[in-house]
């Protein structure tokens, strides 16, 4: 019988969920430059036709006549009310047997509660007539990376945080994680990026490359989380199935003077492409090329996200993939 769970990112996939800034009053001055980078991430992922099919989505009619005029033949458009882009932790999760689970929200521990961002999961599931099974707790799609074998990466810091599921233990999580994503074993990291408003979302911290094989940040000059990435790996260490490799961090990154988590782990792995932040760091060329030897079948692309960053995230954390 075929072991149902989410595929590793690195699988082929059917499509991809891009979040398209939508509100002004979040966005501000940051709202058309953002919306740049976002259609340049799609451009990327589409890679003339040789990636996937990229599904751009907006909250309203001016967003979604935005991003069909600045993405006209690299992406289709829907509309569907959401509170913000990051459909990686508000989109449901695609299981390798085509259904799909939808997962609880609430703002990230109650930071950002925002109308559409409790639904948008099972609204964008039915439009692509994807069953998604409604998981009664509360789980982000940022805050863990699979390999697709069962292996999954959280972190303490995120899932067992009293803001999410106050009644339930890490062995409860552990049991959740298995029931419903069909993971079976779990590597448990510390702490996450300094600043990161998720409390510590893995995929800024930790991503598999490969089957067992766990990428973790190399700590630059000045990095305001050297201790970290130190931690870690010294905790990813404790798996001795797991083999660790490094990508370079891009160290202290500043935005109106303060620490921001920048990371270039935020990537995303597409058919064709992988598409890697840039924040204008020493490291930025030496992390694409790092990421690039990771995957010698893919083009690795570096693009800016310094717009998209002032919302809290990344490449990653605005998308959600559809796995064949």
């Avoid at 891009?18 to 002004?24: A, D, L, N, T, V």
């Amino acid at each position: 019988m075929k072991h149902v769970v989410q595929p590793a990112e690195w699988a082929r996939h059917k499509a991809v969920w891009i979040g398209f800034p939508s509100h002004p009053d979040l966005w501000v001055e940051d709202l058309a430059p953002a919306r740049e980078e976002v259609v340049a991430f799609a451009r990327a992922v589409h890679a003339d036709g040789r990636g996937e099919r990229v599904i751009l989505v907006a909250a309203d009619e001016e967003a979604g006549s935005a991003a069909r005029t600045m993405a006209k033949g690299i992406a289709d458009v829907v509309i569907e009310p959401f509170g913000d882009i990051w459909l990686r932790d508000t989109a449901a999760i695609v299981l390798n047997d085509g259904t799909a689970r939808d997962f609880r929200f609430n703002g990230w521990g109650g930071k950002y509660d925002l109308p559409g961002d409790d639904d948008i999961g099972q609204r964008l599931a039915a439009r692509r007539h994807i069953h998604a099974e409604s998981c009664d707790w509360i789980l982000e799609g940022g805050a863990i990376d699979g390999d697709g074998t069962g292996r999954v990466a959280t972190t303490e810091q995120c899932l067992l945080n009293h803001n999410r599921n106050p009644g339930l233990s890490k062995t409860d999580i552990e049991a959740r994680l298995l029931s419903d994503l069909g993971f079976t074993s779990v590597i448990w990291l510390g702490e996450g990026l300094m600043h990161d408003h998720t409390d510590g979302h893995v995929d800024n911290l930790a991503r598999f490359v490969g089957p067992g094989k766990l990428a973790i940040p190399q700590a630059a000059e000045n990095d305001p989380n050297w201790l970290v990435y130190q931690h870690a790996a010294r905790d990813a260490a404790l798996h001795d199935d797991l083999e660790i490799v490094t990508i370079p961090s891009p160290g202290r990154v500043l935005r109106d003077e303060e620490i921001v988590p920048a990371s270039y782990m935020n990537f995303y792995i597409g058919n064709a492409t992988v598409v890697v932040p840039q924040y204008g760091a020493p490291n930025d060329a030496a992390a694409v090329a790092a990421i690039q030897a990771l995957f010698p079948d893919r083009q690795a692309i570096g693009l800016h996200a310094d717009h998209i960053l002032t919302g809290g995230g990344s490449f990653h954390c605005i998308s959600q993939q559809i796995p064949e």
